[in-house]
């Protein structure tokens, strides 16, 4: 069990451009979260996965922002067109139940 | 929807003194609970839960939580604080039967131990 690992760690981006985020999860947690954490607040949900399956997105993830899950194992976070308002740090969770909820170290987004 | 309120924004606390950490929710169903802890540069690691039971929850290095249903609260303490407790604490809360058991966090509370 290595944990949840995510890359990459820092990304600094011109407004406009697209970026991608990679999240790998502990081995056989079938369950993937997303979350954003903006600076002095609380980490807000963003999408979950069972399996390879997105069962649900938050009104945050706007149409420039997609997930996915393929073969359920490892997903990817984009954002197309980025805008200084999505800096944050996003982070990626795992879970084998649902009640407990691995983080990853996050990816920290600079949209300059 | 959940929402969650983190009474307290930062906490300073000399070491070896007692702490408590607020945490008030507000929900139309049941829900879980957690703590999670945030130490400078590393990700979120899970504290403490209550999913059922004893509502003294206790996590191995020291810490504590109530869940008190009728004031809706779930405040964390600890007796006794070392200087590495100094980190940023979440409480958060998941709707009870709920297929994602997606978290909702409160705002944080930043604790500072001073020696």
């Known amino acids: 069990d290595t944990g949840v690992s995510q890359n990459p760690r820092h990304k600094i981006t011109k407004r406009g451009q697209n970026v991608t985020f990679r999240c790998d999860p502990i081995s056989e947690h079938n369950r993937l979260y997303w979350y954003r954490q903006t600076l002095g607040q609380g980490p807000e949900f963003l999408t979950y996965?069972?399996?390879?399956?997105?069962?649900?997105k938050s009104r945050l993830l706007s149409d420039r922002f997609s997930a996915e899950r393929p073969k359920g194992s490892f997903s990817t976070l984009e954002i197309q067109r980025t805008e200084q308002g999505d800096s944050a740090m996003y982070l990626c969770?795992?879970?084998?139940?649902?009640?407990?909820?691995?983080f990853g170290p996050g990816t920290r987004l600079t949209v300059t | 929807a959940q929402s969650v309120t983190q009474l307290d924004s930062q906490v300073p606390v000399f070491e070896e003194a007692p702490v408590e950490l607020r945490c008030n929710y507000s929900s139309s169903v049941s829900v879980y609970l957690f703590w999670y802890v945030q130490y400078p540069n590393q990700g979120l690691q899970l504290l403490l839960k209550y999913l059922s039971g004893s509502t003294l929850v206790e996590s191995i290095n020291g810490f504590e939580a109530e869940f008190n249903k009728s004031q809706t609260s779930f405040h964390l303490r600890k007796p006794s604080v070392h200087i590495s407790d100094t980190a940023e604490y979440f409480c958060?809360?998941?709707?009870?039967?709920?297929?994602?058991?997606?978290?909702?966090f409160g705002g944080g509370t930043r604790v500072l131990v001073k020696p």
């Open positions: 996965f069972q399996n390879e399956a997105q069962l649900e």
């Open positions: 969770a795992s879970s084998a139940t649902g009640y407990e909820q691995y």
């Open positions: 958060a809360v998941s709707e009870s039967g709920a297929a994602g058991n997606k978290l909702t």
